[in-house]
């Protein structure tokens, strides 16, 4: 995929296009934060595309966010925004996600991106729940007719990749915290998505077999990653995307993917 966006990269560039930019917006010193960022600089690099990083200190007020996030905004040069959650307590985060221009919310987390997706129209969507899609259809899993369970409702997995697999004709059952007999629920999935942040939650009795599962958790124990599956699920299902890996790379590459398509959306 990082291959494809090189490729639409280098074709914009050779046309006489400007190449595209995508800014990072960090505030404070968070290491997690500092680690996914030094990525996001280093997946750019690869495909062409350039970045750069606008670093605000822990004790900044949402204002101050929302007026630099403006004048990335307002900069030509800029084809993606994003804003590293997360923000210090005292800065709203749904305001700093908002102030960003929605041609340029790569994370899709603007309302007005989450909104045309549940109309069914053009939209930069998040990474992850565009990524899991991308997953299923680089294996060719039949996703139409098929019946999905998701667990997990938040803004950026669970919810999006619901609607992203009913757009796709799905029959989807969302799962959460006060579900009952979630159980019963998962086995009759053809499509398990575990979005919940509990290690190895899912365990083969709860998977249909034959089943296309994907683990989105990250959970760390005891220094390692966890997924939300346990990998003994892997004898059961027809497919599983492992963590680590999978959902993981996947949604770094769906960060330059759509920092291409917003440059390609905003400038055609
Ligand atoms: P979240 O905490 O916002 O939401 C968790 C959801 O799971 C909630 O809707 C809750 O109702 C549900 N849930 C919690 N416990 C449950 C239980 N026992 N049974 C059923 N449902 C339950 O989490 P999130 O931001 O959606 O992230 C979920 C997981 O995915 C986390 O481990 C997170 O680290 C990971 N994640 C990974 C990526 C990636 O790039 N791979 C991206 C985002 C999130």
Same mark, same amino acid.
């Given at each position: 995929m990082l291959e494809e966006v090189r490729q639409g990269v280098a074709r914009r560039v050779a046309g006489g296009g400007p190449r595209p930019h995508l800014s990072v917006v960090l505030v404070g010193h968070h290491p997690a934060s500092e680690t996914y960022v030094r990525h996001k600089h280093r997946d750019a690099e690869q495909v062409g595309i350039t970045s750069s990083d606008h670093r605000l200190p822990e004790?900044?007020?949402?204002?101050?966010? =929302?007026?630099? =996030? #403006?004048?990335?905004?307002?900069?030509?040069?800029?084809? #993606?925004?994003?804003?590293?959650?997360?923000?210090?307590?005292?800065?709203?985060? #749904?305001?700093?996600?908002?102030?960003?221009?929605?041609? /340029?919310?790569?994370? #899709?987390?603007?309302?007005?991106?989450?909104? /045309?997706?549940? /109309?069914?129209?053009?939209?930069?969507?998040?990474?992850?729940?565009?990524g899991i899609l991308r997953l299923l259809d680089d294996h060719q899993v039949e996703i139409e007719g098929r019946r999905a369970v998701v667990i997990g409702r938040s803004t950026i997995v669970g919810k999006p990749v619901a609607i992203l697999l009913l757009r796709r004709n799905a029959t989807v059952t969302v799962c959460h915290s006060r579900t009952r007999e979630l159980d019963e629920i998962s086995r009759q999935a053809d499509i398990l998505v575990a979005a919940l942040g509990r290690p190895h939650f899912v365990r083969p009795e709860m998977v249909k077999e034959g089943a296309a599962v994907v683990d989105v958790g990250i959970n760390p124990v005891d220094g390692k990653l966890r997924g939300?599956?346990?990998?003994?699920?892997?004898?059961?299902?027809?497919?599983l995307s492992p963590v680590p890996g999978g959902v993981g790379p996947m949604t770094r590459a769906m960060l330059m993917w759509n920092t291409l398509k917003a440059e390609q959306l905003r400038r055609p």
């Open positions: 004790t900044v007020s949402t204002e101050e966010v =929302v007026e630099l =996030v #403006g004048h990335l905004n307002a900069d030509p040069a800029v084809s #993606g925004i994003l804003v590293q959650t997360p923000l210090p307590p005292q800065v709203a985060t #749904g305001v700093a996600l908002e102030a960003v221009d929605p041609a /340029r919310d790569v994370d #899709g987390l603007h309302p007005l991106n989450q909104g /045309r997706l549940l /109309r069914d129209e053009e939209a930069l969507v998040a990474c992850t729940p565009a939300d599956v346990d990998p003994a699920v892997a004898e059961k299902a027809g497919w």
